[in-house]
């Protein structure tokens, strides 16, 4: 055997490393005490799109059904099999039972969807004719399917309703997949300052002041450039703006009042913010905006999910080592060499990417010290099924040091001895 290829010494790349005093420790994040608390009333499931916000929102309201709570979950945009085995086949836009066995409690699992909420909302606060006039314009079914916000904002009318029916006594609501953090607080703004809009205000003017008569009352400037606005974006479409924002007006207050109610709701105690990520550059920034966003508006945060981490097997063997390894079992040779190298260059890939994920959660922990945190491994395949979601329950909820290599969930990889 070649003397001088071997593993020798212990931690023989240290110098690569950062200084191990630098080392942030993340709080633990008890997400087992926070579902199961009956002070606690709300769970937003917030972050970037595709780390697994409906997947952990699905997960936890497993986990609290079988804590014996009565639970529903919002989803906003299950993946398809997620969806069919929550029962979630069709998109009635109401909660329906989810069946599972042995629970103590209850799932109740429901999809958003925007334009029935939206729809709802319009027959509830207007007259029949009026609402049929509203429900077909163009501009309504653009607006209602399309514009940006939208999709939040009924995620927040939904939220509403939900918790004023006081069926349940957790609601775990996941957010849509917005390109900017900020879109899910900044929803009900955003509405009332769109219907509230300056835009829209001079483009329906005339049909504010009351059609043709009222145009007197416009100025020759307006009229000039109303009519390029007309041109630019045809007069069909304006009119329908006009004719559309005219029958909102009687639900204008409304709107506006409900979106507030929905905001302060969230600043309650009760509510709790979970802000998702996976361990990647582009998530974690989403993540620390978010955490940044939550504090400035005094939302209540309760921690970082950090999904799909990959913790290797074993923390034993570095990877440095167990590379080395490897090509000493290769310079060896003889059967089985070329099976055992590889499973020790697997695990030193695995070593590399851990430490890579855990570089990235400690930068997240340097900036923002004061958040716990819990990390939770990628599962080998997608998370489509309750036996799935419970593995994944398990993961959120299970006892802290409880890991197959006994590192504590708030890491990848053990902590740096000092
Ligand atoms: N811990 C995990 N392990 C493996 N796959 C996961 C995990 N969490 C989520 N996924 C998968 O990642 C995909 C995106 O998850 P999803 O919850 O839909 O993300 P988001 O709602 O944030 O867009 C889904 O296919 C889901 O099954
Ligand atoms: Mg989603």
Redesign the pocket.
């Known amino acids: 055997m070649p003397e001088e290829a071997a593993p020798a010494g212990p931690a023989p790349r240290q110098h690569h490393r950062p200084a191990p005093h630098s080392a942030p420790q993340a709080l633990p994040l008890d997400l087992a005490d926070l579902i199961t608390s009956r002070d606690t009333r709300i769970v937003v499931c917030c972050?970037a799109?595709?780390?697994?916000?409906?997947?952990?929102s699905a997960a936890l309201a497993l986990a609290a059904a079988e804590a014996g709570r009565s639970v529903v979950v919002l989803t906003i945009?299950?993946?398809r099999r997620?969806a069919q085995s929550l029962g979630l086949v069709e998109l009635d836009n109401e909660p329906r039972r989810v069946d599972v066995p042995g629970a103590p409690g209850e799932l109740h699992a429901m999809m958003l969807d925007m334009k029935r909420t939206f729809d709802d909302i319009v027959v509830a606060h207007s007259t029949p004719e009026r609402a049929e006039q509203i429900l077909e314009n163009p501009f309504y079914v653009a607006l209602s399917s399309s514009f940006a916000g939208t999709q939040e904002y009924m995620a927040m009318e939904k939220l509403g309703q939900l918790r004023a029916s006081e069926q349940w006594d957790l609601i775990i609501v996941?957010t849509p997949?917005s390109r900017s953090a900020l879109d899910f607080l900044d929803a009900p703004n955003r509405m009332s300052r769109f219907l509230d809009g300056t835009m829209i205000r001079l483009l329906t003017a005339p049909a504010r002041a009351g059609g043709r008569a009222g145009m007197r009352f416009v100025s020759a400037g307006f009229l000039v450039f109303s009519r390029i606005i007309s041109k630019v974006l045809g007069g069909q479409l304006l009119r329908d703006i006009s004719a559309f924002v005219s029958a909102l007006d009687t639900m204008f207050g409304g709107f506006r009042e409900r979106a507030t109610a929905t905001y302060e709701l969230l600043r309650r105690p009760g509510t709790w913010f979970l802000v998702?990520a996976t361990p990647e550059p582009d998530a974690l920034r989403e993540a620390s905006y978010f955490v940044d966003r939550l504090s400035a508006e005094e939302m209540p945060l309760a921690g970082l999910v950090l999904?799909?981490t990959h913790p290797p097997a074993t923390t034993a063997l570095s990877a440095t080592r167990a590379d080395g390894a490897a090509e000493e079992v290769l310079e060896a040779g003889g059967e089985g060499a070329e099976l055992a190298a590889g499973a020790l260059r697997v695990h030193a890939e695995r070593m590399t990417l851990a430490a890579r994920e855990q570089r990235l959660a400690d930068r997240f922990t340097s900036a923002h010290p004061e958040v716990a945190v819990r990390t939770?491994?990628?599962?080998a395949?997608?998370?489509?099924d309750l036996d799935g979601l419970r593995v994944?329950a398990d993961a959120l909820t299970g006892p802290d040091g409880d890991t197959p290599t006994g590192v504590p969930r708030t890491r990848v990889l053990p902590a740096r001895r000092s």
């Open positions: 972050g799109g595709g780390v697994g916000k409906t997947t952990t945009d299950p993946a997620l996941d997949p998702v999904n799909r939770v491994p990628a599962a395949g997608d998370v489509h994944m």
